[in-house]
C-alpha cells in the first residue's frame, strides 16, 4: 500500500465537493483532483474540466495524472461502466462495475430482484407496453407510483394520487417518450405511507456496514409542498430509523441485497444507497442507488470520523470487515440554497456574496457555483449545501442558519424548515 495518494474524485455537486473535503483531511493523500469539480472544490483541489459523461477523458486523466485511486459520484459514469474502464486499464477505482450498477440503472431489475430474493418493497409489476398497465393501474385502484424504467436524472417517478394522472404519466413514458430510452419499460407500483429515510453502506461484496441514517428533504417548499426537487437539504442521524428499524434493514434489506447481486453474478462493491420508507409494517425499499446520496452526503461525511480513504481501501481489498467504521457524536443538518425559479427555469452567473465568513463547525459545500474572474458566480440549480454539525438537531440547525443568512445571491430561496421532522419526533 502507497503512503501518500493522489485521489482523483468525478463529479461536481455538493456531493463531490463533501467528498474532497473529506478526503483533503486524510494525512494519508497527497493531492486531490477533482473532474470536473466547482468553484468551492477548486479552493481545496485541483479541478479539470472533463465531464463526468467522458470516459476516455477521464481515464486519460487517471493516467496521465498518476492517480493511485479514484472514487465517483454520480451515477451516470458507473451505469456505463467507468469502474470496469479504470479497472481493465488496472487502475484502482472505488465503486460497482456497470453489472452490479444496474441495480441502480433499471428500476424494473431492482424489483425483479426484491422480489426473487424477498426483500420488503412495494406491491408492483412491470411493463413496456402502455395498455397492460394501464390495465394494471385500474386494477390497483387507489394511488399508485409510476416509474420509468432507466436512469431519467430523477425526474422519472410520478407519485399518483389518481387514476388519471398515473395514465398520464404512462402517457408520458410510452408515447410522447419524455424520458427517451429510459421509458421502454416502467414499473407500477402500489403506494407506501410512512416516513423516508436514506441509508448508504459500504459493501466489498460481502460484508456490509452501513453509515449513520440521513433524511432528504425532496419537495422544493416548507412542509414539503411543491414539486420535487433533487433535495433541497437533510439531517442526519434521522431518529426514524431507530434501533429496531435499524436490525430489520440490516437484516432484511442489507445482507439480503449483497448477497443477492453475489448470487447473481453481479457482485456488488462501493456505496450502496437504499431509499426506505418506513411504513407501519416495517421498513420497505423504493429504490437502490449504487452511489453516495447528494445531499445525504453532505450530512453524513462531516459525521465520519475514521479515515474515509481506508474504508475505500478496505472496500477494494475486500477487507471490510476487518475496517472500523466509526462516527462523531451529535447531528448534522444541511440547508440547501437554490437559484431562483429551481427546479423550473433559473438564471446562472448571478454574484454570490458572503462566503468569507465562517462560523465554527460549520461548512459551506458548494453545488452549482463557477469562478468567474475571481467572483463566485451561480452556475446550476442547486448552488450551496450549507452544512453545520452540532451536540443534538436543534444545535445543528440553528447554526446551519445561522451560516445560510450570511450568504446572499439575487433569487435566493431555500427551506426554512430541515430538519422539522426529527425536532417533532423529539417533543
Ligand atoms: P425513487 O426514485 O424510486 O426513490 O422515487 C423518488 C421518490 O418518489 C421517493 O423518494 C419517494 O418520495 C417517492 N416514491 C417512490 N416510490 C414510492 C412508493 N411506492 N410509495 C410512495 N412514494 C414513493
Ligand atoms: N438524495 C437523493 C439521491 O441522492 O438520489
Not at 299 to 313: H, N, S
Not at 393 to 409: H, N, P
Request: hydrophobic fraction near 40%; include cysteine; glycine fraction near 12%.
Amino acid at each position: 500500500m502507497k503512503d501518500r495518494l493522489k485521489v482523483l474524485v468525478i463529479g461536481g455537486g455538493g456531493r463531490e465537493h463533501a467528498l474532497v473535503w473529506k478526503l483533503a483531511q486524510s494525512p494519508r493523500v497527497e493531492k486531490v483532483i477533482c473532474a470536473p469539480g466547482n468553484a468551492g472544490i477548486g479552493m481545496i483541489a485541483e479541478t479539470v474540466p472533463v465531464s463526468v459523461e467522458d470516459l476516455p477523458g477521464l481515464l486519460r486523466l487517471a493516467k496521465d495524472r498518476q492517480i493511485d485511486l479514484t472514487l465517483v459520484g454520480p451515477e451516470v459514469p458507473l451505469v456505463a461502466g467507468v469502474v470496469d474502464a479504470f479497472r481493465e486499464a488496472g487502475l484502482r477505482i472505488f465503486g460497482p462495475t456497470a453489472r452490479a450498477a444496474v441495480i441502480e440503472g433499471s428500476k424494473r431489475f431492482a424489483k425483479d430482484l426484491m422480489e426473487k430474493y424477498n426483500i420488503p418493497t412495494a406491491r408492483y409489476q412491470a411493463f413496456d407496453q402502455a395498455e397492460p398497465a394501464c390495465e394494471y393501474i385500474r386494477q390497483l385502484g387507489g394511488p399508485c407510483v409510476v416509474k420509468a424504467d432507466g436512469l431519467a436524472a430523477g425526474k422519472g417517478v410520478t407519485v399518483a394520487p389518481d387514476l388519471g394522472t398515473a395514465i398520464e404519466a404512462v402517457r408520458q413514458i410510452m408515447e410522447e417518450r419524455v424520458f427517451g430510452e429510459a421509458g421502454n419499460s416502467l414499473v407500477v407500483e402500489e403506494m407506501l405511507e410512512g416516513e423516508e429515510v436514506s441509508i448508504l453502506a459500504f459493501s466489498d461484496g460481502e460484508t456490509v456496514v452501513p453509515m449513520i441514517s440521513a433524511q432528504d428533504h425532496k419537495r422544493v417548499f416548507d412542509r414539503d409542498e411543491g414539486p420535487n426537487t433533487g433535495g433541497m437539504g437533510a439531517y442526519s442521524p434521522a431518529p426514524v430509523y431507530t434501533p429496531e428499524v435499524h436490525r430489520q434493514v440490516v437484516e432484511q434489506v442489507l445482507k439480503p441485497v449483497i448477497a443477492a447481486m453475489k448470487q447473481e453474478g453481479r457482485e456488488y462493491i462501493g456505496v450502496i444507497y437504499a431509499g426506505l420508507m418506513i411504513t407501519a409494517q416495517g421498513p420497505k425499499v423504493l429504490e437502490f442507488n449504487a452511489r453516495f446520496g447528494d445531499p445525504e452526503t453532505q450530512v453524513v461525511l462531516p459525521q465520519l470520523k475514521t479515515d474515509l480513504v481506508d474504508i475505500v481501501e478496505a472496500v477494494i481489498d475486500r477487507r471490510l470487515a476487518g475496517q472500523p467504521v466509526e462516527w462523531l457524536p451529535g447531528a448534522a443538518v444541511c440547508v440547501v440554497m437554490a437559484a431562483g425559479g429551481y427546479p423550473g427555469p433559473y438564471q446562472k452567473g448571478t454574484p454570490i456574496t458572503g462566503l468569507e465568513s465562517s462560523l465554527p463547525d460549520t461548512v459551506v459545500f458548494h453545488a452549482g457555483t463557477e469562478n468567474r474572474d475571481g467572483k463566485i458566480v451561480t452556475a446550476g440549480g442547486r448552488v450551496l449545501g450549507v452544512t453545520a454539525r452540532g451536540g443534538d438537531i436543534r444545535e445543528a440547525i440553528d447554526l446551519a442558519y445561522q451560516a445560510v443568512e450570511k450568504i446572499k445571491f439575487e433569487g435566493c430561496h431555500y427551506r426554512k424548515d430541515i430538519g422539522y421532522r426529527a425536532l417533532q419526533r423529539q417533543q
